[in-house]
């Protein structure tokens, strides 16, 4: 028998659960999907939020012809070959539709994210000339993973951990839809620890109802799920968990000041198997987010931790790899650049575009000299310690404050 997870795989956008600012009424992807018109995007997100199903459903309601890789079992030779289908499959369609009928096959790639350089060259092509629209899965940021020109042929979707309600409904429909399940007469009395143990992944709340319910339970309270999962801790995905809760307690005990932990830390993710770049990444981000200003040359080393990483691999890039979180976790923190961009940026959106003063705007032509650009504007080299009193923030904001020294 299938496992719960697919037996309960939605095959149409109203059966999807979830996402609703992607798929719900009049959002962007169902509205791209209605048209028959979309074209190759990425999506990002956590496990088990629908990356894969949402591709699924995407290619059933287009009726496109449907190809899968794996980017951890998949080279350049397997995205050529599916490359070379999609173009056997669009010659053959060329005589049965129109030219602008959308029809190109759908490549979908699950973990894009592991793709090598080479490997994302290899589909450059092939998505430039429409031969396949991509479609990408991945839990991490692309930005920092897929090819600039890759990236830049695709846009980006963001997809979010599932809601209460959304786990809910979920739980309602294991109940009563799929038949093995609804046959035991399961009575589901408490769900905390459902809901807890999930944290927002579908697929894991799903492995939960099935190992409860294979354990001969009729009444699912928190006490049952609890003692269960703790005698089968890898039947809800529990590296999926680790990987997410790991990391945020590395990065707090960073933030906090606490080597001991962040060391503890760091060894219980090199010992899980996580990707040393991703942990070598966080080091980069702590060190601008969290330390800052008090200390620059934590940027240069969070950085060039990352560099050596990436040249020398696994076992010796956790040498470096703890020296950084050392010395992250024992310099002074200071926030306030991480504070005063994202204020910066909420005034902006407050504020929309604030017209440049005129006297810091350049004037290269007549016409704009005339206009007063540029005009009062002082060079502050021209004054004593190389400052002079002057407004650079538009009118609308003079006296704002974004960073405050600490």
Known sequence: MLPLAERLRPKTLDEYIGQKHLVGQGAILRQMIESGNIASFILWGPPGVGKTTLARIIAHQLQRPFYTLSAVTSGVKEVRDVIDKAK????????????????????????????????????????????????????????????????SRCQVYVLKSLEKDDLMELLNRALTQDTYIKGLGLQVKETEAILRYSGGDARKLLNIIELVSNSGVKIIDNETVTKQLQQNPVAYDKDGEMHYDIISAFIKSIRGSDPQAAIYWLARMIEGGEDPKFIARRLVISASEDIGLANP?????????????????????????????????????????????????????????????????????????????????????????????????PDELVGTEFWKKD
Request: proline fraction near 7%; charge should be negative; hydrophobic fraction near 40%.
């Open 88 to 151: 056997r499959t669009a010659s053959i369609n060329s005589g049965l539709f129109a030219p602008t009928d959308s029809r190109s096959p759908i490549l979908f790639i699950d973990e894009i994210h592991r793709f090598s350089k080479s490997q994302q060259d290899s589909l450059l092509g092939a998505v430039e000339e429409g031969t396949i629209t991509l479609v990408g899965a991945t839990t991490e940021n692309p930005s920092f993973e897929v090819i600039t020109p890759l990236l």
């Open 297 to 393: 040359n934590a940027m240069l080393l969070a950085n060039t931790c990352f560099e050596v990483v990436n040249k020398i691999g696994w076992p010796e890039g956790r040498i470096p790899l703890a020296e950084t979180t050392i010395y992250l976790a024992t310099c002074k923190k200071d926030n306030s650049a991480y504070l005063a961009i994202d204020a910066a940026l909420a005034k902006v959106r407050e504020t929309g575009n604030l017209p440049v003063p005129l006297h810091l705007r350049n004037a290269p032509t007549s016409l704009m000299k005339d206009l007063g650009y540029a005009d009062g504007y002082k060079y502050p080299h021209d004054f004593p310690g190389h400052w002079v009193a002057q407004q650079y923030l």
